[in-house]
T-cell receptor, first 117, second 112 residues
């Protein structure tokens, strides 16, 4: 079936540095990618939606200069957390539309655990 | 507004049935979904239901939808220890991107 490969699975970075998270769709083209953030024992909060070749659409309250999203090709979308701080520590998950089972074929990556120290 | 609520925790014994409930607010949603998340992992689609259906059964899973009350439930028959996980309901919004809005998640614990 459709697979979205998300890397890294875990990352620890120092406060003030930037971290890039990649999501690749394998064997299908992901025209739309969703980026979520999940706090411990909480739900997934949609951060932004990206379409290949255009600017991402951010949800209310999400700082677009802090969470840079690039969807340069139909198989790759990246989320860069710039100048990370401890409050950015979280579990980040991407989801590609198309290629998966069910309506609209949402396929989720396995997530990235970011810890900022 | 978009608000999807679930009970936080459910504990059952192996072999019993589990029922996880969900309430949503957007009556225009075309599809409603149930996802499973194991620790430290992404989400796995379990099942979904079209908004004009009342019930859908898929092996051990039964989804009931009460559109009038905006209530969705997932019943897992013969629950196994491997079913222990967090279960999320989600509504698919009829926006340009058909984005998903997730519920708060229900942690299911199945004891032997």
């Amino acid at each position: 079936g459709a697979v979205v490969s998300q890397h890294p699975s875990r990352v620890i970075c120092k406060s003030g540095t930037s971290v890039k998270i990649e999501c690749r769709s394998l064997d299908f083209q992901a025209t739309t990618m969703f980026w979520y953030r999940q706090f411990p024992k909480q739900s997934l909060m949609l951060m932004a939606t990206s379409n290949e070749g255009s600017k991402a659409t951010y949800e209310q309250g999400v700082e677009k200069d802090k969470f840079l999203i690039n969807h340069a090709s139909l198989t790759l979308s990246t989320l860069t957390v710039t100048s990370a701080h401890p409050e950015d520590s979280s579990f980040y998950i991407c989801s590609a539309r198309g290629g998966g089972v069910g309506p609209y074929g949402y396929t989720f990556g396995s997530g990235t655990r970011l810890t900022v120290v | 507004g978009e608000d999807v609520e679930q009970s936080l925790f459910l504990s059952v014994r192996e072999g019993d049935s589990s029922v996880i409930n969900c309430t949503y607010t957007d009556s225009s949603s075309t599809y409603l979904y149930w996802y499973k998340q194991e620790p430290g992992a992404g989400l796995q689609l379990l099942t979904y239901i079209f908004s004009n259906m009342d019930m859908k059964q898929d092996q051990r899973l039964t989804v009931l939808l009460n559109k009038k009350d905006k209530h969705l439930s997932l019943r897992i028959a013969d629950t196994q220890t491997g079913d222990s996980a967090i279960y999320f309901c989600a509504e698919g919004l009829n926006t340009g991107f058909q984005k998903l809005v997730f519920g708060t998640g229900t942690r299911l614990l199945v004891s032997p």
